[in-house]
């Protein structure tokens, strides 16, 4: 079993910074990758990016340049650095882990509990 906690949210004014972090904990396999999602009010949840074990790296196209995430393995926990923030960019930032469990033989999800974030103007 595996639980995600995220802590680095809450209020910054427009053009401010943020550093969001995710620590995995439990069984954790090496063929993995972990990343951010949001949800903004009355929207979907969307990626916003993402990482693998061997720092492999995808961006929403909204945040490239601005956003940046990284990973600790040792620790199994992620980071995601955020910068010159958006009226845009507000929602509820969620943690999330896949990987492939060997021994099970399939691919799973994990979600943390979410973290606001929320930009002033």
């Known amino acids: 079993q595996v639980q995600l906690v995220e802590s680095g949210g809450g209020l910054v004014q427009a053009g401010g910074s943020l550093r969001l972090s995710c620590a995995a904990s439990?069984?954790?396999?090496?063929?993995?990758?972990m990343g951010w999602y949001r949800q903004a009010p009355g929207k979907q949840r969307e990626l916003v990016a993402a990482?693998?074990?061997?720092?492999?790296?995808n961006y929403a196209d909204s945040v490239k340049g601005r956003f940046t995430i990284s990973r600790d393995n040792a620790k199994n926990t992620v980071y995601l650095q955020m910068t010159s923030l958006k009226p845009e960019d507000p929602a509820v930032y969620y943690c999330?882990?896949?990987?492939?469990?060997?021994?099970?033989?399939?691919?799973?999800?994990?979600w943390g509990q979410g973290t606001q974030v929320t930009v002033s103007s």
């Open positions: 439990g069984r954790i396999f090496s063929d993995n990758a």
């Open positions: 990482v693998t074990r061997g720092g492999s790296t």
């Open positions: 999330n882990l896949n990987q492939y469990n060997s021994f099970s033989i399939r691919r799973s999800d994990y």
